[in-house]
């Protein structure tokens, strides 16, 4: 064997050995991360959060029809905000919600916020959250006419009537 040829298997053995170390960090960092505890639960969060963004997203951009100086106009959800906000009136912006959210079993709760504080909240009256079941919080910024920024959060989960838990504990006994 000449030197040439004792250079290039030494040099092929080293190329074998880096891959191989190679293919072990890579397998071990896969394996540590798929096997990491709660990774599961991130991702299910992840999803949650994804469809609570959406269901605030929607709701901020449903059209709403609305007296404004004595003429209707349509509307989205976000400028009726801002103008309730401007107006010191959520009288329409509560039924408008109403009408849009009280159609399922969920209980719901809205919250607008400033930067001094919170401005007004709403939600589903007579319903109360189901204990244990998977919520939706989330949360997002609209700018109102001044640019300043509004906070509106929502929270959404499953929901029970309070007349149905009423009429579950006088049937237990417990009231």
Do not use: C
């Given at each position: 064997m000449n030197k040439k040829s004792q250079s290039e298997i030494i040099l092929n053995v080293f190329a074998l050995i880096v891959l191989f170390i190679v293919i072990l960090i890579f397998w071990f960092l896969l394996a540590f991360e798929v096997a990491k505890p709660g990774i599961e639960k991130q991702v299910i969060n992840a999803q949650e959060n994804n469809e609570g963004n959406l269901i605030l997203i929607?709701?901020?951009?449903?059209?709403?029809?609305?007296?404004?100086?004595?003429?209707?106009?349509?509307?989205?959800?976000?400028?009726?905000?801002?103008?309730?906000?401007?107006?010191?009136n959520y009288e329409i912006l509560d039924k408008k919600t109403k009408e849009l959210f009280n159609l399922n079993n969920n209980y719901w709760y809205i919250s607008l916020w400033k930067d001094d504080g919170l401005i007004y909240e709403f939600n589903r009256e007579n319903f109360q959250p189901r204990l244990g079941i998977t919520e939706v919080k989330v949360e997002t910024f609209i700018p109102n006419y001044n640019k300043e920024l509004i906070k509106v959060s929502m929270f959404v989960q499953e929901g029970v009537e309070i007349t149905e838990i009423q009429e579950a504990l006088k049937e237990a006994g417990a009231v």
């Amino acid at each position: 064997m000449n030197k040439k040829s004792q250079s290039e298997i030494i040099l092929n053995v080293f190329a074998l050995i880096v891959l191989f170390i190679v293919i072990l960090i890579f397998w071990f960092l896969l394996a540590f991360e798929v096997a990491k505890p709660g990774i599961e639960k991130q991702v299910i969060n992840a999803q949650e959060n994804n469809e609570g963004n959406l269901i605030l997203i929607n709701y901020l951009r449903t059209p709403v029809e609305v007296e404004i100086d004595k003429k209707n106009k349509t509307i989205n959800i976000a400028d009726l905000i801002i103008l309730s906000i401007q107006k010191n009136n959520y009288e329409i912006l509560d039924k408008k919600t109403k009408e849009l959210f009280n159609l399922n079993n969920n209980y719901w709760y809205i919250s607008l916020w400033k930067d001094d504080g919170l401005i007004y909240e709403f939600n589903r009256e007579n319903f109360q959250p189901r204990l244990g079941i998977t919520e939706v919080k989330v949360e997002t910024f609209i700018p109102n006419y001044n640019k300043e920024l509004i906070k509106v959060s929502m929270f959404v989960q499953e929901g029970v009537e309070i007349t149905e838990i009423q009429e579950a504990l006088k049937e237990a006994g417990a009231v």
